[in-house]
Nanobody, 126 residues
Framework: QVQLVESGGGLVQAGGSLRLSCAASGRTFSTYTMGWFRQAPGKEREFVAAISWSAGKAYYSDSVKGRFTISRDNAKNTIFLQMDSLKPEDTAVYYC???????????????????WGQGTQVTVSS
């Protein structure tokens, strides 16, 4: 069993920055691909970013590429999402997720992830 707990959300003005964290339990955390997704009211959950177990590969959605950076610290069982140049359209609940299975290609689909956190709210005001 894996438990994921997100933190770091909040209210920020457009152009500002936030750093989300996701603390994970589980002895084999370092072998999981980890991802961030977000869900705005009335919309489906969408992929934001993912990082391979070794941090050798990172994937980003086109909407956040160049503004967000995903990273991980396996020694602390934690992943991070640094969000810069935030826009009002980034407003959503952000979820971290863990994928236990290996897939070729990128990890952009919700079905590829086995465990999810409870989410943290990010609100960007214009």
């Amino acid at each position: 069993q894996v438990q994921l707990v997100e933190s770091g959300g909040g209210l920020v003005q457009a152009g500002g920055s936030l750093r989300l964290s996701c603390a994970a339990s589980g002895r084999t955390f370092s072998t999981y691909t980890m991802g961030w997704f977000r869900q705005a009211p009335g919309k489906e959950r969408e992929f934001v970013a993912a990082i391979s177990w070794s941090a050798g590969k990172a994937y980003y959605s086109d909407s956040v590429k160049g503004r967000f950076t995903i990273s991980r610290d396996n020694a602390k069982n934690t992943i991070f999402l640094q969000m810069d140049s935030l826009k009002p359209e980034d407003t959503a609940v952000y979820y971290c997720a863990a994928a236990l299975r290996y897939y070729t290609g990128s990890y952009i689909y919700t079905y590829q992830y086995n465990y999810w956190g409870q989410g943290t709210q990010v609100t960007v005001s214009s």
